[in-house]
């Protein structure tokens, strides 16, 4: 059943980049909504500063939308758990590496916060708030890899050529072996599937119940990579969801964890990780220097 909220924010999410200005009248006729509601709903997003007029009769996102990204910045837990560790983790990387942190949203993929030490002279399609499909990219591929396999086939269904496209399979069982691979494997590695030239390195963020929430990754030119680095970024991309994990866990009451169980004989319990991880994070805490050390070396 679809309520008056509902159609509310559908008005709200009519404004995107490809159509950032709208009247009431054509709202009005893209949600077949009566011109007398669609002017009420147009009423409360503008008294409530989600949209403003720019013209007579058409409107705009407004600035409560600037003052709520200013929020999310200063306040979400994920960044605000991530972004320390990602500071320190961007020194050990080599020069023009950009770190990312994305999270899942709806059937797609975000970015939601960007690190480097020296700014990079490269494009990188995983801007922050602009949203990616969850078939292509690394940061993508580590997150799609783990989600329900229900889900999955959702998005598989819909997108079913750009699945073959960015070569996790043509058909559902091909596509359910590929990404079982890429769980097992624990990291996702992909060459310039959005940008020439360039290389995604990304390992997931899971919750404790082994829900997948999110990817940490790395970009970097192709050029540079020798499959030494690419084993280096790996391991040092897992230390940091580890850490990631753990901090988060103590900002939302311990809801976070850095992986999912461990299969049958394989890997550490994740009690067991979750301490490893407490452990790294007071070392890191007390003295960061031996970290920059190691990188060095």
Same mark, same amino acid.
């Given at each position: 059943?679809?309520?008056?909220?509902?159609?509310?924010?559908?008005?709200?999410?009519?404004?995107?980049?490809?159509?950032?200005?709208?009247?009431?009248?054509? !709202?009005?006729?893209? +949600?077949?909504?009566?011109?007398?509601?669609?002017?009420?709903?147009? %009423?409360? /997003?503008?008294? *409530? &500063?989600?949209?403003?007029?720019?013209?007579?009769?058409?409107?705009?996102?407004?600035?409560?939308?600037?003052?709520?990204?200013?929020?999310?910045?200063?306040?979400?837990?994920?960044?605000?758990?991530?972004?320390?560790?990602?500071?320190?983790?961007?020194?050990?990387?080599?020069?023009?590496?950009?770190?990312?942190?994305?999270?899942?949203?709806?059937?797609?993929?975000?970015?939601?916060?960007?690190?480097?030490?020296?700014?990079?002279?490269?494009?990188?399609?995983?801007?922050?708030?602009?949203?990616?499909?969850?078939?292509?990219?690394?940061?993508?591929?580590?997150?799609?890899?783990?989600?329900?396999?229900?889900?999955?086939?959702?998005?598989?269904?819909?997108?079913?050529?750009?699945? !073959?496209?960015?070569? +996790?399979?043509?058909?559902?069982?091909?596509?359910?072996?590929?990404? %079982?691979? /890429?769980?097992? *494997? &624990?990291?996702?590695?992909?060459?310039?599937?959005?940008?020439?030239?360039?290389?995604?390195?990304?390992?997931?963020?899971?919750?404790?119940?082994?829900?997948?929430?999110?990817?940490?990754?790395?970009?970097?030119?192709?050029?540079?990579?020798?499959?030494?680095?690419?084993?280096?970024?790996?391991?040092?991309?897992?230390?940091?969801?580890?850490?990631?994990?753990?901090?988060?866990?103590?900002?939302?009451?311990?809801?976070?964890?850095?992986?999912?169980?461990?299969?049958?004989?394989?890997?550490?319990?994740?009690?067991?990780?979750?301490?490893?991880?407490?452990?790294?994070?007071?070392?890191?805490?007390?003295?960061?220097?031996?970290?920059?050390?190691?990188?060095?070396?």
């Amino acid at each position: 059943m679809t309520t008056t909220s509902d159609r509310v924010l559908g008005v709200l999410g009519l404004f995107t980049l490809d159509e950032p200005e709208w009247t009431v009248e054509d !709202a009005a006729t893209r +949600l077949d909504l009566a011109v007398s509601t669609a002017y009420r709903y147009f %009423r409360s /997003l503008s008294k *409530a &500063g989600l949209i403003v007029a720019l013209a007579t009769g058409r409107y705009v996102l407004g600035p409560a939308i600037i003052q709520y990204d200013r929020q999310i910045r200063l306040q979400d837990p994920l960044t605000s758990a991530a972004q320390p560790i990602m500071k320190r983790l961007a020194e050990q990387l080599p020069p023009h590496t950009v770190l990312l942190l994305c999270r899942l949203f709806r059937s797609q993929v975000i970015c939601v916060h960007q690190e480097f030490t020296e700014r990079p002279d490269f494009a990188v399609s995983y801007e922050r708030g602009r949203p990616m499909p969850l078939f292509r990219g690394a940061s993508s591929k580590s997150i799609l890899a783990n989600m329900p396999l229900r889900a999955v086939k959702a998005v598989f269904e819909e997108h079913q050529a750009k699945f !073959a496209q960015a070569s +996790l399979g043509r058909s559902w069982d091909e596509v359910k072996e590929r990404l %079982r691979e /890429l769980r097992a *494997a &624990g990291v996702s590695v992909t060459q310039a599937e959005l940008d020439p030239g360039m290389c995604g390195i990304a390992v997931p963020l899971f919750e404790t119940k082994g829900i997948v929430i999110g990817s940490l990754s790395v970009v970097l030119p192709a050029q540079h990579l020798e499959a030494s680095l690419v084993s280096g970024i790996t391991q040092l991309l897992r230390s940091a969801a580890e850490e990631v994990s753990w901090a988060l866990s103590l900002r939302t009451g311990g809801t976070a964890s850095s992986s999912p169980a461990p299969p049958p004989g394989k890997g550490r319990s994740p009690a067991a990780r979750s301490k490893t991880a407490r452990k790294k994070h007071r070392q890191v805490s007390r003295d960061p220097k031996p970290a920059r050390k190691r990188a060095r070396a």
